[in-house]
């Protein structure tokens, strides 16, 4: 049975490059899968949880957003960041989300910091996610 090379990508190094039978992206309008032999295209990802699935073994890592392309049995992620999700410490992240919402509050949404906050609580709020889902 055909396989898919799965690279995972970001502007530090690559984190990962294995075969896998299933790719779940977390595109910018949702999930959406990739098997063997689907038709080739480029899409935006949104901060979330990239699931690999290896003869029914499923591994996941959190994308900070990015891009995908795929084509040619290939999907190659370029990740703003990426990690494995086993590795997320969920109780920084929600920390970091909390700080993140406090500095928020006594700002307009004019103000410069604003949308880098923002962007911070939509990531560790993904983090988080991608880690409790991975987990339960």
Known sequence: ??????????PEKRILSVQADEAIVPGGRGLFGVRPGHTPFLSLMEPGALTL???GRRESY????????????KVLVLADAAEPVAGIDVEGARRRMTEAQERMKGMSAEDARFELEQATVRREAARIG???????
């Open 53 to 55: 699935i290896e003869g």
């Open 130 to 136: 991608a880690a409790s889902t991975a987990r339960a």
């Open 1 to 10: 049975m055909a396989k898919l090379t799965v690279e995972i990508v970001t």
């Open 62 to 73: 959190f994308v900070a957003g990015g891009f995908v392309e795929v084509g040619n049995d």
